[in-house]
Structure formats: structure tokens, C-alpha cells
């Protein structure tokens, strides 16, 4: 299981043209998901991510939790993280799950951010999605579990 953070300023997410979430501040999370990949991954995660600590206090340092700043998390679901590139130029994804149970962990994954307390937006699950994104610092973290 792999997912990349990016903290941001403003986010929006768009399907043929047609607004389907936004954001205004908080996280966009981009979630790929492995063959093997259990559901205990995913509550791990989920507990990581709405509790990681990125976000500056007023000493500026990065010491608060997108919950702390009352912010959201975009998920978006990112089977192109499992890609495999130590063959010739062109990318494998053969570890990537199958859609059904990527699109069941993808869901569980926001579920159980919304248990930890963090306000989920979402993408829309095998679409082409286009996404713009204004990133604040930046600051990325991608975690490999």
C-alpha cells in the first residue's frame, strides 16, 4: 500500500468537465493500493495520516494535524503508485490489487479517516480525473506500508 501527501492550499477535482470535489485547505492524499494489501493497512493508514503533524503552529513549525487545523483530505485513489519501472521504459503495474478490492480498500480508507475525525472529499474511483492543485509549501510525504 502506497500513498503520497501533499499538504495544500486549494484543491479541485474534476470528471469530464464537471466539478466533483473541492477542498480549500488540508490534504490531498493520493491512495494505491497492492495485491496482498489487508484492511489492518488501512487502518493503519488512516490513523497515520489524519494524525501526521505537517502542518505549521505558531512558532512555525510543523507540529499540527490537518485535524487541528480543521482542514480536509482529498482521496484520491492512485493505482499508478504500484508502478514498476525496472524493466524498460514502459510501467508495469502488475502489483496493483484488482479493481473490485482496490475500490473496497479505497473505500474503507476514507471511512476510517472520517472515524479519526478528518472531513473526506473523494475522487471517483477508475475515472479520468483531472486535478488541480495549489500545494502550500510544498510539502510531501508518501508512505510504503
Given at each position: 500500500?502506497?500513498a503520497?501527501v501533499?499538504?495544500?492550499?486549494?484543491?479541485?477535482?474534476k470528471v469530464n468537465?464537471?466539478?466533483i470535489?473541492?477542498?480549500d485547505?488540508?490534504?490531498?492524499v493520493?491512495?494505491?493500493?497492492?495485491?496482498?494489501?489487508?484492511?489492518?493497512?488501512?487502518?493503519?493508514?488512516a490513523?497515520k495520516i489524519?494524525?501526521l503533524?505537517i502542518?505549521?503552529?505558531?512558532n512555525?513549525?510543523?507540529?499540527?494535524?490537518v485535524k487541528?487545523?480543521k482542514g480536509?483530505?482529498?482521496?484520491?485513489?492512485q493505482?499508478?503508485l504500484?508502478?514498476?519501472?525496472?524493466h524498460?521504459?514502459?510501467?508495469?503495474?502488475?502489483?496493483?490489487?484488482?479493481?473490485?478490492?482496490?475500490n473496497?480498500?479505497?473505500?474503507?480508507?476514507?471511512?476510517?479517516l472520517?472515524e479519526n475525525?478528518v472531513s473526506i472529499k473523494?475522487?471517483?474511483?477508475?475515472?479520468d480525473?483531472k486535478i488541480?492543485?495549489f500545494?502550500?509549501?510544498p510539502?510531501t510525504?508518501?508512505?510504503?506500508i
Open positions: 500500500m502506497k503520497v501533499q499538504r495544500v492550499k486549494k484543491t479541485t477535482l468537465g464537471e466539478l470535489s473541492q477542498i485547505g488540508g490534504l490531498v493520493y491512495f494505491g493500493v497492492e495485491k496482498g494489501d489487508t484492511e489492518e493497512k488501512v487502518h493503519y493508514l490513523k489524519a494524525n503533524r502542518f505549521e503552529d505558531d512555525k513549525k510543523m507540529n499540527l494535524s487541528d487545523v480536509e483530505i482529498l482521496a484520491v485513489s493505482f499508478t504500484l508502478a514498476d519501472l525496472s524498460g521504459n514502459r510501467p508495469s503495474f502488475s502489483n496493483a490489487e484488482i479493481p473490485e478490492r482496490a473496497e480498500l479505497y473505500r474503507l480508507f476514507m471511512e476510517k472520517a475525525g473523494q475522487g471517483l474511483f477508475g475515472e480525473m488541480e492543485q500545494n502550500d509549501g510539502v510525504v508518501i508512505y510504503e
